[in-house]
């Protein structure tokens, strides 16, 4: 997951040896897009791409897509192995979609799953090393810091096959039953909360009603 543009479709294309790979920019993603790849000696794998905070989609439409899919395969007993955040280390500061989009994966995954949360920086051939190793702590210090201290890791892609393949790799590989389910999964599947009610869900609710508030002022 990510905001747009964060480079989630590029990371996956070199993973799995597409054509499009290195070719630039790709259209926004606009609905869940589960992958399957074999690789020659290793596991076999689903990388999913989804779409993030755009112009294009309200972000209870970007909420609603991801939703779909994680209620409809945790209730047949598939759990994820852990989740990808992407972030391009281009961008200067961490802008208000970017903010919207953290905030509803936060929520999304819940506190129990932030272990098995690896944040992804791209881009970095955009910008000066010194300029992106800058960024990079700032992240750490700030906005990433409640979920590093409780598991979550951070990982640079290079645009490479080899990149992707060792942030892949990097999440560990558990038993079924070991694994849990988001909080979402849980909140929509087990305790039948409509994605309005779910954490992730209220984060746009407040967010829409601070905005209203202000509009009033």
Known sequence: MGPSGSGKTTFIDHAVGSPDAGRGSTPFTKEVRPIRYSRP????????????????MTDFQ????????????????IKLNGMLYFHPISKHTMRETTSRDF???????????FKNVVFVTTMWDKVPKEVGLEREQ??????????????????RFEGTTESAWKIINSLS????????????????????????????????????????SDLKR
């Open 41 to 56: 000696g290793v596991r076999d794998i689903v990388l999913v791409d989804t779409p993030g905070c755009n112009d294009s």
């Open 138 to 155: 700032d992240l750490q210090s700030d906005f990433w810091r409640a979920m590093i201290s409780l598991g979550s890791t951070i990982q």
């Open 103 to 113: 905030n509803m994966f936060k929520e999304l995954c819940g506190k129990d799953n």
């Open 62 to 77: 970007v909420l609603g897509e991801i939703a779909q899919w994680l209620t409809a395969i945790y209730a047949k007993n």
């Open 173 to 212: 590989v558990s038993q079924t039953a070991e694994r849990g389910p988001l909080q979402i999964q849980r909140e929509m599947v087990d305790e039948y909360l409509p994605l309005d009610c779910t954490a992730a869900g209220k984060t746009i609710i407040n967010r829409l009603l601070s905005m209203a």
